[in-house]
């Protein structure tokens, strides 16, 4: 019985087997040489290198299968002298494309020191190839439709180490990321969109960080967008200050009475949920700060009454209406963290009710950040921003990854 390997463009000379693995060796059916890292091609060689050129492929049962080929040397007339390219791997790999291919997948799916027992390959050979799949699959027209994007940041290790994002509303892909949250990084993605792109640009979503908003005002980075700033980050910049109100009252109960201020510590995730969520003990609770009234009940009812305003049950003109009479009520309260977000959301009411009007938010851009928050964790941490966002890239960007059986280019085996 013969079997043909499902490599394209190669043809089997010789298999050998060792005790834990089997060398097959192949040579290449053209005669065209290819530059790897162009598509200049020739018939001319420089020479023939000395020493075979070796790639990992899927292993077979327990046995590890080595691919082997005498590969020719190119004189390119822009990268200069190269070994030539081959077409079952990518460029400076030494893997198949069926092992990156395979590889990729499971990064996604697995955390990575279970990829590397399954495989049998170092832990920061998963980054590398990730990075490479990228690298050749990402979809280079990915920037080029782009009609309303949001933007936003995620950590990806400990230490304020993030990632900027850009989402495409359309598609709900990431299509851009680079390391940083700063305005640098996002003028970056500007950079890269160029002004004719970045013109078709109907609006951009984000949050009330100035580094953003900033890169998005410059000229020429999208000049006939609309700022949408997303409302749940203003609901939870009152969840913030409504703690800051539960703290104040705390320490100054603290100072009078320790026993009351131990019990009102407790009522912290009272204030702060939903009242449709509250188990009965804490409902109860809620009813004796109500009771009690004071500033941490008029901040429970400020907070409670924005998110109201941005339930999405009310027209964009009713929205308006509500928010300024909020921020007349806020302004009026006495309690200095409300006041101070009543001047945040006045400078930044165009923009969060554009969101309301247009329907557009950073929601989905949340729901993907989660997504990539979790194969950060599962991941137990990267070497460096590159290995993190292309793994961001393969689970969350435009991408289509397909296990080896699944690819194009495999044939039935010839027997």
């Known amino acids: 019985m013969r079997v043909t390997l499902a490599l394209p463009g190669t043809t089997v000379r010789d298999v050998s087997f060792e005790p834990a693995q089997i060398t097959v060796t192949v040579a290449l059916r053209r005669r065209r040489l290819a530059c790897a890292d162009c598509s200049h091609s020739s018939r001319a060689r420089y020479d023939t290198r000395t020493v075979d050129s070796s790639w990992r492929h899927l292993d077979l049962g327990r046995l590890r299968l080595v691919v082997r080929a005498k590969l020719r040397r190119i004189d390119c007339p822009t990268h200069g002298v190269r070994t030539e390219g081959v077409p079952f791997a990518r460029v400076e790999s030494g893997f198949t494309r069926d092992f990156e291919d395979l590889v990729a997948w499971l990064a996604t799916r697995m955390d990575k020191t279970a990829v590397r027992r399954l495989v049998r390959v170092a832990w920061q050979t998963v980054g590398a190839i990730c990075a490479r799949v990228v690298t050749d699959q990402l979809d280079p027209g990915r920037l080029e439709e782009l009609f309303e994007v949001g933007i936003d940041e995620v950590s990806w290790r400990k230490g304020h180490r993030y990632l900027t994002l850009v989402t495409d509303h359309g598609t709900g892909k990431v299509v851009w990321g680079a390391q940083g949250k700063d305005t640098a990084t996002c003028d970056q993605f500007f950079a890269e969109l160029g002004a004719d792109r970045a013109a078709k ?127 007349v009520k806020a302004a009026r309260s006495r309690l200095e963290p409300f006041v101070k977000l009543t001047g945040t959301v006045r400078t930044h009411r165009e923009g969060i009710l554009a969101a309301i009007r247009l329907g557009i938010n950073n929601a989905r851009v949340e729901a993907l950040n989660n997504k990539v928050r979790l194969i950060t964790r599962r991941a137990y941490g990267f070497h460096s921003a590159q290995a993190a966002l292309a793994l961001v890239m393969l689970a969350c960007g435009p991408i289509t990854l397909r296990l080896p059986y699944e690819q194009t280019h495999v044939r039935p085996h010839s027997v």
């Open 201 to 327: 640009l109907a609006a951009v979503s984000t949050d009330m960080g100035a580094a953003y908003l900033k890169s998005v005002a410059k000229p020429g980075h999208a000049p006939n967008a609309t700022v949408c700033i997303d409302p749940f980050h203003v609901v939870a910049l009152a969840s913030d200050a409504l703690d800051q109100v539960r703290r104040q009252v705390w320490n100054q109960l603290r100072a009078v009475d320790p026993d009351k201020a131990k019990q009102f510590k407790g009522a912290r995730w009272v204030l702060l949920k939903r009242p449709e969520r509250l188990t009965d003990t804490q409902a109860a609770t809620l009813r004796k700060l109500r009771r009690h009234g004071g500033a941490a009940w008029r901040a429970y009812g400020l907070k409670e009454a924005l998110r109201a305003v941005f339930a999405g049950d009310l027209t964009p003109s009713e929205t308006t209406e509500l928010l300024d009479r909020w921020c």
